[in-house]
């Protein structure tokens, strides 16, 4: 673990832990109120929710370039989870619900490549990630019927894939904004 730690800088290690505490926030927000959609269709609210709660996931991948940032975002959330009590703790269970996301979506980011540098590949990385937290708490709690998983599973792509794009435009943002204080530094 101490290895895999120390390719990480302390800048990395911040930027990893505050996204993580943002999407755990962002998650007991977002969460009842997507519920209010998917209630009356039995589709759990993780599965639209998610994508939007895994952006940070992306985001931090793409703000740090290191592999394994959201595989480390994902342990960070669970402990969060496990620590507080807060909802979407699903107690030491948590630890692979929380983490599998970020594994399966750093893995297929490794295989085609790319480390969330263009937009098909932020859109592949949330897309990789909400789909495995649907998954995952499905397996835990949910155990749906064939049907209505598929139909999950396709919302969750969509959501996941949508939470990807957006933290890819957020990252062009901050792209924008670095290369403009780089510019007036310079001038300077």
Known sequence: MQKFLDRFSLY?????????????ATKSIIVPLAHII???FFIPSGT??????????????????RRGTMTLMGLVQAILVIATGIVGSHGVISLLTYT????????????IGHRVCCLPCSFLAGLLCNITGTIMV??????????????????????????????????????????????????Q
């Open 48 to 65: 639209v929710a998610g994508g939007f709660y895994m952006m940070w996931l992306v985001l931090g991948f793409g703000i740090t370039g």
């Open 138 to 187: 499905n397996l835990v709690y949910f155990r749906l019927p064939l049907i209505p998983l598929v139909l999950s599973l396709s919302i969750a792509a969509l959501s996941g894939g949508l939470g990807g794009m957006l933290a890819y435009k957020i990252l062009e943002q901050i792209r924008t904004f670095q290369n403009r204080d780089q510019n007036v530094g310079s001038n």
């Open 38 to 40: 998917t209630g009356p």
């Open 100 to 111: 599998m996301p970020g594994i399966l979506a750093d893995l297929g980011l490794f295989l």
């Open 12 to 24: 990395d290690l911040i930027i990893i832990a505050l996204l993580a505490a943002l999407g755990i």
